[in-house]
């Protein structure tokens, strides 16, 4: 089973459709964006785009949750 990784939106600039502050986001590893201070995230949109680190806050997810999070997140 992939370990999936979420993050809280904590900011953004204004305006912004695909993202929104307090919501729960699926991160994806990105090693060389995070060199960057960005992160790799699947917004609003469905796809995922680098934005910037500091406007997220990482967050984990206990395995109990991690399904339903997951779920919810796809639709």
């Not at 990784?5 to 729960?24: N, W």
Request: include cysteine.
């Amino acid at each position: 089973m992939k370990t999936r990784h979420y993050a809280v939106c904590v900011r953004t600039a204004q305006p912004r459709a695909d993202l929104e502050v307090r919501k729960v986001y699926e991160v994806l590893v990105d090693r060389e964006a995070a060199r960057d201070n960005l992160i790799r995230v699947i917004d609003g949109s469905g796809e995922d785009y680098l934005y910037p680190a500091a406007w997220f806050v990482p967050i984990r997810v206990p395995p109990e949750a991690a399904d339903a999070l997951a779920e919810a997140l796809s639709t």
